[in-house]
């Protein structure tokens, strides 16, 4: 089991560029999530997908857009990246939203110029 | 506002002693919590978790202790080992309200010396 897989590991954008992460898990979760980590911060909830089909904002959505292409794969995608959205992206699933334990993928560090 | 706070950004403790490491919160409906692990480029790693109907649980070398008229709880790692060094997350979650999300403190760095 690969567990949760995270796609690019990094990357430079300009403002203004557009990019889509990519997330997969292979543990069969019906949950999954996107959070970004800044420096001397936690972890904050970007959007997150309750089950395939479903999405709803976190504490920090905006600037963000994402995707449940199905119960595997959940894609984060920013528009129109600004450099406020430089940071670590962390990917994660769960057996259900009410499963508290979350299983994090390895991240995506992403620089915005 | 924070609602889950670790005051101690670091803590150095030396191989073979115990290691304790803090969290406070202010969210009263918070009914589980949970510390994860991170190694530097590497994604979190669930440690130990506790529910708000108890006051302990143990894991091997890893207790956490619940205090719910302090919101605080702790860590404790014994004996530390030098492979213990890593950044330490404490997680809240109020399963019962919202959308069930974990909302997570800002982390302190444990550095186990041999």
């Known amino acids: 089991n690969a567990g949760v897989t995270q796609t690019p590991k990094f990357q430079v954008l300009k403002t203004g560029q557009s990019m889509t992460l990519q997330c997969a898990q292979d543990?069969?979760?019906?949950?999954m999530y996107w959070y970004r980590q800044d420096p001397g911060m936690g972890l904050r909830l970007i959007y997150y997908s309750a089950s395939e089909g479903t999405t709803d904002k976190g504490e920090v959505p905006n600037g963000y857009n994402v995707s449940r292409l199905n119960k595997r794969e959940f894609s984060l995608r920013l528009e129109s990246a600004a450099p406020s959205q430089t940071s670590v992206y962390f990917c994660a699933s769960s057996e259900a939203l009410t499963s508290y334990e979350q299983y994090f993928g390895p991240g995506t560090r992403l620089t915005v110029t | 506002d924070q609602q889950v706070k670790q005051n101690s950004p670091s803590l150095s403790v030396q191989e073979g002693r115990i290691s304790i490491l803090n969290c406070d919160y202010t969210?009263?409906?918070?009914?589980?919590f949970l510390w994860y692990k991170k190694y530097p480029a590497e994604g979190p790693t669930f440690l130990i978790s506790?529910?708000?109907?108890?006051d302990k649980n143990e894991d091997g070398r890893f207790t956490v202790f619940l205090n719910k008229s302090a919101k605080h709880l702790s860590l404790h790692i014994v004996p530390s080992q030098p492979g213990d060094s890593a950044v330490y997350f404490c997680?809240?979650?109020?399963?019962?309200?919202?959308?069930?999300?974990?909302?997570f403190g800002k982390g302190t760095k444990l550095s186990v010396k041999p």
């Open positions: 506790i529910s708000s109907i108890k």
């Open positions: 543990m069969n979760h019906n949950s």
């Open positions: 997680a809240a979650s109020d399963y019962g309200g919202s959308q069930g999300n974990l909302i």
């Open positions: 969210n009263s409906m918070f009914d589980y």
